[in-house]
């Protein structure tokens, strides 16, 4: 005859198994999304650095066409203003913000859902 204890035994190790195994998949998922988010900010970093050094060529090229040292950083930066300014108004269009949400949560969440579902098919 099968003991009670031991059947109850058993089932108390596989929830324990199935605990850990749900443990390991949440560690894995939040460190890919961790990961992701690291990898936008070091990627916006550098975009800024390269909008920074391109913006400093256009004033400085702009300064030169029109033989005045203020000049082309008056118009970059009055380029900024504007763009800043249709920016505010857009703040509130539900099409912009969808794109926007739609776009950071393929970045980084549907990417784990697509390493998983080749590793499924394997």
């Not at 929830?15 to 990898?39: H, P």
């Not at 920074?52 to 203020?70: G, H, K, M």
């Not at 703040?91 to 970045?107: A, C, L, T, V």
Request: hydrophobic letters at 50%; aromatic letters at 12%; charged letters at 20%.
């Amino acid at each position: 005859m099968v003991n009670i204890s031991e059947i109850s035994q058993t089932i108390r190790k596989l929830v324990e198994t199935r605990i850990n195994l749900i443990k390991e998949e949440i560690q894995d998922q939040v460190m890919g999304v961790v990961t992701r988010v690291l990898l936008l900010v070091i990627i916006g970093g550098l975009m800024l650095l390269v909008l920074l050094f391109f913006s400093l060529a256009l004033a400085f090229f702009l300064s030169s066409v029109f033989e005045s040292t203020y000049s082309g950083f008056l118009l970059v930066g009055l380029f900024y203003l504007l763009l800043v300014v249709g920016l505010y108004w857009l703040r509130y269009s539900p099409s912009i913000r969808k794109e926007i949400q739609g776009g950071m949560s393929n970045f980084i969440f549907d990417n784990s859902k697509k390493e998983e579902d080749g590793e499924e098919g394997a």
